[in-house]
């Protein structure tokens, strides 16, 4: 059975640090790309950072560059979201999600096949 399981959220104050972890059971996650999306609640689900099946190369959208390094874990399964200098406009379900492009890594839902079922941060003082 494949499944992805988020974990790691939690409630920080701003300028805190989370580490989410992405584990996957059912598939190998290095042959998929991976990404990571958040939705805050009225807001539509948007592309935070995603990993490359092919050379692991990286995307991360703007409000994020600089304070989040995503990283996978062959050997665990397991795709890593590190989150730095949290802010408050970061507080979201945040998902990871497995697709199998076999291209440089889009923060486009529509590639990607399997989803988590999220886990929570809030930032906040």
């Known amino acids: 059975q494949v499944q992805l399981v988020e974990s790691g959220g939690g409630l920080v104050q701003p300028g805190g640090s989370l580490r989410l972890s992405c584990a996957a059971s059912?598939?190998?996650?290095?042959?998929?790309?991976i990404g990571w999306f958040r939705q805050a609640p009225g807001k539509e689900r948007e592309g935070v950072s995603c990993i490359s099946s092919s050379d692991g190369s990286t995307y991360y959208a703007d409000s994020v560059k600089g304070r989040f390094t995503i990283s996978r874990d062959n050997a665990k399964n397991t795709v890593y979201l590190q989150m730095n200098s949290l802010k408050p406009e970061d507080t979201a379900v945040y998902y990871c999600?497995?697709?199998?492009?076999?291209?440089?890594?889009?923060?486009?839902?529509?590639?990607?096949?399997?989803w988590g079922q999220g886990t929570q941060v809030t930032v906040s003082s």
């Open positions: 999600a497995a697709g199998s492009w076999k291209k440089d890594c889009i923060l486009a839902m529509r590639i990607y096949d399997y």
């Open positions: 059912g598939f190998t996650l290095d042959y998929y790309a």
